[in-house]
């Protein structure tokens, strides 16, 4: 589905739920994706059998707390795993076109890290880092952070490179652009600092955009336009996008699709509007339960009981069960498979066996959505 059709879905009433996806060229293909670390504790399994399409001009939210494997997918897919990092199994495949419109297909996990430098991080794949003071070199003027990844990836001659970074802060909306190309990153506030690492990304016009909570050091007004400044060349530019967040309020605005990843696996994934309005397992109604919500009755915000497994320790069966008020005996002895809600909601649940006991929602979630729900009734009556 093209991400301009379904952009910011949570805030629209009609439901897409159970269609079949209008989906364009798929450009990155990741199937059981599995990645372990060496540490000096031992082997640590952090990521246990992904499997993630994303095809052009969609955005895909991969959400979870913090340690669920989140960023570490995405770098393996940038190819920039840690030399730690130990590959068990799985594939990543990325799909390009070149300048003359030929496209090609690479196996990153297959590819030597000089060559994924030279050919796919920044150029066809470039990221953007949650903290733009650590991801932008203190000693190096905005100019010349810009222009380094079009000299370093097309040889582009320096004046020329000058006015396309210049072009570039104007489009992600910093005033006085020559301005501030002369200066460094600690004379810029925190949500210019951000558009600056947006510009940078954007340098060489990569066909994917990697987000890793890009609006967690801003305050919430900034936080809005940033999403929406993405949102925006995301359209014009017509590329696709990756959100790395523990947010739910960011990915209600931004995603087409959303998979929920919880201690190095996804355990549900869906349209934005089957993930917020029809969630099926429960660490989704946690997370949503989690959410701060201004028109509740209840002065107490909802956690998440316990805290993630440690991952040096696998147990058997579901790693939620421990947390989970509602898991099953089996659930402490296997693993359970993705279950098939619609043609494109799936849940790692053993509640959608049909031989469970049949579980709803809690209530407390049910009157919550509703809520939503009607507010994004009003949202629409506003347009």
Known sequence: MMAEENKSSILTSESTIGEK?????????????????????????????????????ETVAIVGESGSG??????????????NAIVNSGKIEFTYRHDDGTKETVSILEKDK????????GKRIAMVFQDPMTSLDPTMNIGRQIMEGMIWHFHTPKQEAWAR????????????PEKRMKQYPHQLS??????VVIAIALSCNPDLLICDEPTTALDVTIQARILELIRRIQKERKISVIYITHDLGVVAKVADFVDVMYAG????????NEIFYDPKHPYTWGLLSAMPDL????DRLYAIPGSPPNLLHEKPGDAFAPRNRYALVLDDKLEPPMFQVSNTHYAATWLLDPRAPKVEM?????????????????????L
């Open 21 to 57: 996806p209008i989906h364009g060229e798929k450009i990155l293909n990741i199937e059981n994706l599995d990645i372990s670390f060496k540490t000096t504790a031992g082997i640590v399994h952090a990521i246990r059998g992904i499997d993630i399409d994303l095809y052009n001009n």
């Open 165 to 176: 970074a210049v072009e570039l802060l104007r489009e992600v909306g910093i005033e006085d």
């Open 114 to 121: 000089k060559w994924i430098r030279t050919h796919i991080n």
């Open 70 to 83: 989140k960023s570490v997918t995405m770098k393996a897919a940038m190819g920039i795993l840690s030399k």
């Open 295 to 298: 028109e509740t009755d209840d």
């Open 362 to 382: 809690p209530a407390e979630l049910k009157t919550k959505i509703e809520r939503m729900k009607k507010g994004a009734l009003r949202y629409d009556s506003e």
């Open 265 to 272: 696996k996804i355990v549900e994934k869906g349209r934005v």
């Open 190 to 195: 925190g949500g210019m600092r951000q558009r």
